[in-house]
């Protein structure tokens, strides 16, 4: 079946330190979500991307739909402690609305 | 975005038992999944509600499993049948626009069976 390939597993940064994680992907998608995980919460969609080559930002994060169709990053600029948790990069290779998950990404950020 | 519950929000179960978890949604929605995420890891899609109809199932997952509601637009109910330690993980229902792909959770309901 389809998968996507998220990196880094984890990372522990400093706060103040940018972050930086990918997903890819062998099929080509039409749309590239980023989700945050709390401890005992469900996912928040942080942002979403529709086009190749798309940049997108929402306050200190960016996104961007990779030119390929098969990859897409998210960055996070002056990390604080509540960036803290797990961020998963979400995919769809079609409008059915189904979506495939990356891995995951757990972030801790030490004060 | 919709505001999404599920009761129960955690349960300790039996081995054998069954378990039904439901999600209510506070508008209509089209389009409702759900979701198994096991401990440590991702989110595995186990199949679409579909409302007035039989859901449809991923791979891996059967009906007699994990039985599904869909009576309206707004609610849905997912069993957990016959659980085993196997079983024990969160289980999260989304609701999803067909249009963009995009989906809002639940806060998800955590399963133990003993």
């Known amino acids: 079946g389809q998968q996507l390939n998220q990196s880094p597993q984890s990372m522990f940064i400093q706060e103040g330190e940018d972050v930086s994680m990918n997903c890819t992907s062998s099929?080509?998608?039409?749309?590239w979500l980023w989700y945050k995980q709390d401890p005992g919460e469900g996912p928040v969609l942080l942002i979403a991307?529709?086009?190749?080559?798309e940049l997108t930002s929402n306050g200190r994060l960016t996104a961007q739909f990779g030119i390929t169709r098969k990859d897409s990053f998210l960055n996070i600029s002056a990390s604080i402690p509540s960036d803290v948790g797990i961020y998963f990069c979400?995919?769809?290779?079609?409008?059915?609305?189904?979506?495939?998950f990356g891995q995951g990404t757990t972030l801790q950020v030490k004060p | 975005s919709a505001v999404i519950s599920q009761k129960p929000s955690r349960d300790i179960c039996q081995r054998g038992t069954s378990l039904t978890i439901q999600c209510q949604v506070d508008?209509?929605?089209?389009?409702m999944f759900w979701y198994r995420q096991q401990p440590g890891q991702s989110l595995t899609l186990i199949a679409t509600?579909?409302?007035?109809?039989?859901?449809?199932?991923e791979s891996g997952f059967v009906i007699d499993k994990f039985p599904i509601s869909r009576p309206n637009l707004t609610f849905s109910t997912l069993t957990v049948s016959n659980m085993s330690p196997e079983d024990s993980s969160i289980y999260l229902c989304?609701?999803?626009?067909?249009?963009?792909?995009?989906?809002?959770f639940g806060p998800g309901t955590r399963l133990t069976v003993l």
């Open positions: 509600a579909n409302q007035g109809s039989e859901a449809t199932y």
């Open positions: 979400a995919g769809s290779t079609s409008n059915t609305g189904k979506l495939i």
């Open positions: 508008s209509q929605v089209t389009m």
């Open positions: 099929s080509i998608f039409n749309t």
């Open positions: 991307l529709y086009k190749a080559g």
């Open positions: 989304s609701v999803g626009r067909q249009l963009n792909n995009e989906q809002f």
